[in-house]
């Protein structure tokens, strides 16, 4: 069996802590991420309203939750 492969052409990752509200993190990246991963890293946060395009990712995350961030150009 092959493995597949997957070229990365850009990366950009951080941490945020959630307002409860819709926020806006520019992700800094050339174009629109094609791979997107928020994974809270507090008990009880969830994430909602998740769009991003070739600027911003836009989400809404339980306040005061933290989680982080990684979008990627593949």
Same mark, same amino acid.
């Given at each position: 069996m092959k493995k597949a492969s997957c070229l990365v052409l850009a990366v950009a990752k951080g941490t945020s802590t959630g307002t409860g509200a819709a926020q806006t993190i520019a992700h800094g990246l050339s174009s629109?991420?094609? &791979?997107? $991963?928020?994974?809270?890293?507090?008990?009880?946060?969830?994430?909602?309203?998740?769009? &991003?395009? $070739?600027t911003n990712i836009y989400l809404t995350v339980t306040a005061d939750k933290t989680y982080a961030w990684v979008a990627m150009v593949v």
């Open positions: 629109t991420p094609n &791979v997107i $991963s928020i994974v809270p890293t507090a008990s009880g946060a969830s994430v909602t309203g998740l769009y &991003v395009d $070739s």
